[in-house]
């Protein structure tokens, strides 16, 4: 081995567990509940300043209810949920002795949140479907570090300590996790002699998020709302299709994915654009 090698010995082990109960309130309604606990193991990080990481673990409550109504031809879901995370472990881009890096830290969270699914047949050729998500998300302690001056984190510095500085991001989002996600779709059916043809439409909206550690404006993915259009000609033995399809019909622009190098320029990746395409099926006996 040679200068400056690292070298530890961990021992982790845990057990974990879930219960739940449920009700049937009704034929076509029930109630149910759950808990359950997880755990992931720490480890051994290739950074001299966090050469290890701690175990994380997660509590998940969760009570819902799942239900159909009007002779089945609506079924509605709800589900309500709090995941309490300790030592959350969270891999981030910093740079320690001028160098590029990616430390593993660890930090504790707290996720509350509802989601709603429903889908509503309407006679026998028309299906409305959607889901909504609200969301709240927050990191109760998170310490991320950085060689001193060079830090871009947007949390408050708590100062220098052997050569690097920390920062309290305490308070910040969860990345990639939206105040409130909502999903709609209608799919019609139209049966032309011995063809389907099948039509789709879907629009789809998430608010503000967070997509890196760095928690900065010019990493944030600002609120957007998209649409995709489908339409699949089928024929009726299903041996072969035609679709056409738009994707982002209204080529709305928003951040899929960021980083921030060692010299502080800002790389961010964006979704696809306007997306047109011819999609050919078929199947050979």
């Known amino acids: 081995m040679g200068e400056g090698f690292i070298q530890s010995e961990l021992d982790y082990s845990e057990t974990t567990y879930r219960i739940g109960v449920e009700y049937d309130v009704a034929e076509d309604n029930l109630l149910y509940a759950t808990f359950e606990t997880g755990y992931r193991a720490g480890g051994v990080d290739l950074s001299i300043a966090a050469p290890t990481y701690d175990p994380e673990y997660i509590d998940a409550f969760t009570i819902g209810s799942k239900n159909r109504f009007l002779d089945n031809t609506v079924q509605l879901n709800l589900e309500a949920f709090h995941w309490k995370y300790d030592d959350q472990q969270v891999t981030y881009f910093t740079t320690l002795d001028g160098a590029s890096s990616f430390p593993i830290a660890n930090g504790d969270a707290t996720i509350t949140g509802l989601d709603i699914d429903m889908i509503w047949q309407i006679g026998r050729d028309t299906t409305i479907s959607g889901n909504a998500q609200f969301l709240d998300s927050t990191y109760d302690s998170l310490s991320l570090i950085s060689d001193p001056g060079r830090g871009r984190f947007d949390c408050q510095s708590t100062g220098v300590t052997n050569g690097l500085e920390s920062y309290d991001c305490a308070g910040q989002s969860l990345l990639y996790s939206p105040d409130f996600g909502a999903d709609l779709t209608v799919n019609h059916n139209i049966e032309i002699n011995e063809y389907n043809l099948s039509l789709t439409a879907q629009a789809s909206h998430r608010a503000e998020q967070a997509t890196n550690f760095l928690f900065v404006e010019a990493t944030n993915a600002k609120s957007y709302v998209t649409f995709d259009l489908d339409a699949t000609l089928m024929s009726s033995d ?48």
């Not at 209204?250 to 994915?257: L, P």
């Open 238 to 285: 299903s041996d072969w299709s035609l679709s056409l399809f738009v994707r982002n019909l209204t080529d709305e622009q928003f951040v899929a994915n960021s980083n921030v190098n060692n010299r502080g320029i800002t790389h961010a990746v964006h979704n696809p654009p306007r997306t047109f395409g011819l999609r050919l099926r078929a199947e050979f006996y």
